[in-house]
């Protein structure tokens, strides 16, 4: 399997690492993919034993795999012999997004003009499939269906340098998908938008061979997200900017209190 052939992936059971010189390969690709699945929580700090447990090989592999996605700042290097799982921000939002729809939308295009019934099958099958997790409040099955329905487009633009950079980038933004998921649908109980999906447009506008639309569709898909997921940050950090205020007001509030019972023991 080729780095970017997700057709052939078995997303649910991966295969066991096997021994062998390409140990650290096979780490770097199961870490990345579990990025790239949405399965590494924001702030989340191993050590390389630890990641090394989890891959079931020795330190030393593991350790190759981690140093590769450090440099690509998909990991972020913590104290000697640890990594961390970069934080949400509402700026690397809007880098990561603005990246993300220069690539995605130019190579959505390409492949709608390569796009066979067979594609179209299977893309909509992952959107149902998609949809259908989504109303069952299965969250990593909806973003890996998300995944499969991205990929299997984009691979049909033929354009391996421009889909591993989708890759990459991808790796660094699905932990903000699944925030945002997470958040609408476990805390508000939406699993939906009103209305068609934007998938749902974008199939339509493959079988009718419009690739301008096709293009179209997929920039609208990244900018909702993207929208979604710096309201909710913005809300939270809003939230956090008033508790030390409701902190502060609460310490006067005693201080006050605690003068206005001095005094009044003064005068009695």
Same mark, same amino acid.
């Given at each position: 399997m ?12 991966p295969?066991?690492?096997k021994r062998? !010189?390409? +140990?650290?390969?096979? $780490?770097?690709?199961r =870490?990345?993919?579990?990025?790239? #699945?949405g *399965?590494?929580?924001p702030?989340?700090?191993f ?20 140093f590769k ?5 998909i ?9 961390v799982? !970069?934080? +949400?921000?509402?700026? $690397?939002?809007?880098? =990561?997004?603005?990246?993300?729809i #220069?690539? *995605?939308g130019?190579?959505a ?11 179209i099958?299977?893309?909509e099958s992952?959107h ?13 099955a909806?973003l ?8 299997? +487009?984009y691979q049909?633009a033929?354009?391996?340098i421009?889909?591993s950079?989708i890759?990459?980038i991808?790796a660094?933004?699905t932990?903000?998908v ?6 609408h649908?476990k ?6 938008a ?5 998938h749902?447009?974008i ?7 419009d690739?301008?639309?096709?293009k179209?569709?997929?920039?609208r ?5 993207r929208?979604g997921?710096?309201?909710l940050?913005?809300?939270?950090q ?17 201080d006050?209190?605690k003068g206005?019972?001095?005094?009044r023991?003064?005068?009695a």
């Amino acid at each position: 399997m080729g780095r970017n052939d997700f057709s052939a992936l078995d997303l649910d059971s991966p295969a066991d690492l096997k021994r062998g !010189p390409s +140990l650290a390969t096979q $780490a770097y690709k199961r =870490l990345k993919m579990q990025f790239l #699945l949405g *399965e590494m929580e924001p702030g989340r700090r191993f050590t390389y034993r630890e990641i090394a447990q989890h891959l079931g090989i020795s330190v030393t592999p593991a350790r190759e795999a981690i140093f590769k996605l450090v440099a690509e700042h998909i990991f972020e290097p913590g104290a000697t012999g640890t990594i961390v799982v !970069p934080q +949400l921000r509402a700026d $690397a939002c809007r880098e =990561l997004w603005r990246i993300r729809i #220069l690539l *995605e939308g130019p190579c959505a295009e390409l492949a709608a003009q390569n796009i066979d019934p067979r594609t179209i099958e299977a893309l909509e099958s992952a959107h149902q499939s998609m949809i259908e997790a989504k109303h069952k409040k299965k969250l990593r099955a909806a973003l890996k269906y998300n995944f499969m329905f991205h990929f299997m +487009l984009y691979q049909k633009a033929n354009a391996p340098i421009l889909l591993s950079l989708i890759q990459d980038i991808w790796a660094r933004s699905t932990s903000y998908v699944e925030f945002f998921h997470t958040r609408h649908v476990k805390e508000r109980g939406e699993t939906s938008a009103p209305g068609p999906h934007v998938h749902a447009t974008i199939i339509n506008a493959l079988k009718a061979g419009d690739a301008s639309r096709v293009k179209t569709g997929i920039e609208r898909d990244l900018v909702e997200i993207r929208d979604g997921i710096l309201l909710l940050l913005d809300s939270d950090q809003n939230r956090a900017n008033r508790k030390p205020a409701n902190a502060a007001s609460l310490a006067v509030s005693l201080d006050q209190a605690k003068g206005g019972t001095a005094r009044r023991k003064a005068r009695a």
